[in-house]
């Protein structure tokens, strides 16, 4: 509440008759208005003994959303899941081993970031834990998306490396971290705010893939920079939602700078003559990684599915 009240609230339940495709019409980070329920509240009080669970407050509407994140819902796939509203930035936690992130992943997450006006900070976490080989293949990739456009930052939550970089970032911002399983979310968090105490788990040693320990959404206070924290349950896959074919160019920050020079105005960059985006490709001017992601991509919405994979 306003006045730094914590209130208990229930949805109404017509919100989702109001057109809202979204599996959670509530997310972390949304403003809501909320109207207290004495009744419901005396009934707490009463029901405390006897174990009553009843709300306090019903929320009755939800304020226009400057941005959000919002990815396709692996179990329903013609509605969506908002991972957070009202965001200043993202934190993309991703690591090239322990488990390793893949670039369709990262790129599928910035092209959705894009397209909702989410800036995204891409955090390179487990630098300790990295071979000579795997940090050069790191730095690489940190190279890649630096020239694309976005923020690189190399950390160990373990050790501490790196965490300044974030906290002088996190000043007076409202900061999402998401990304995979296992990428070190929850221990990252412990270091940024000693006493926080999430919980951890290990990387399965059978398929070096990440456990969940985050289960639900939160926002956190963070009184040594004036900002906020949400953080989120790791996430296996992101499908897009919402993307149409002819937009998808534009959330490609490289492959829209091209774009431009196409000789077809409605060019899809995957077979016409004159195109400017091809060239690039060929000429090692757009990664291939990129050019990859992008086509998968199309491909989604050319087969109306979800992928989950990533």
Not at 114 to 139: G, M
Not at 213 to 230: K, N, Q, R, V
Not at 241 to 248: A, H, Q, R, S, V
Not at 292 to 299: D, E, G, R
């Amino acid at each position: 509440m306003d006045d730094g009240q914590i209130v208990p609230c229930k949805v109404k339940g017509n919100f989702r008759l109001k057109g809202i495709r979204s599996t959670n019409p509530v997310a972390v980070g949304d403003r809501v208005e909320v109207v207290r329920d004495v009744r419901e509240a005396k009934r707490k009080v009463e029901g405390a003994k006897e174990g009553g669970t009843e709300g306090f407050g019903w929320i009755t509407a939800i304020a226009d959303r400057r941005n959000y994140i919002i990815r396709k819902s692996s179990n329903l796939s013609k509605q969506s899941h908002i991972l957070a509203a009202n965001v200043d930035q993202v934190f993309l936690i991703v690591t090239v081993n322990y488990p390793e992130t893949s670039t369709v992943f990262i790129d599928r997450f910035l092209a959705s970031a894009e397209a909702y006006r989410v800036p995204v900070v891409l955090v390179f976490n487990k630098r300790d834990l990295l071979t000579e080989e795997e940090l050069h293949y790191q730095d690489m990739m940190m190279q890649l998306y630096d020239t694309v456009g976005y923020r690189c930052v190399s950390v160990s939550a373990t050790t501490g490396f790196g965490i300044d970089e974030l906290h002088r970032l996190m000043q007076n911002q409202i900061t999402l971290l998401s990304g995979h399983s296992g990428v070190g979310k929850s221990t990252l968090i412990n270091r940024l705010l000693p006493g926080a105490d999430l919980r951890t788990a290990e990387i399965s040693d059978a398929h070096n893939t990440g456990m969940h320990t985050t289960t639900f959404s939160e926002m956190i206070p963070l009184s040594s920079c004036s900002g906020w924290l949400i953080d989120t349950p790791g996430i296996k896959g992101f499908g897009t939602f919402d993307i149409e074919p002819e937009e998808l160019t534009s959330y490609f920050k490289d492959i829209f700078h091209f774009s431009k020079d196409c000789r077809f105005s409605n060019c899809t960059h995957t077979h016409e003559p004159g195109c400017a985006v091809l060239k690039a490709v060929e000429d090692h001017y757009i990664a291939a990684s990129r050019y990859q992601s992008y086509l998968s991509m199309l491909q989604d919405k050319e087969e109306n599915k979800y992928r989950e994979a990533y």
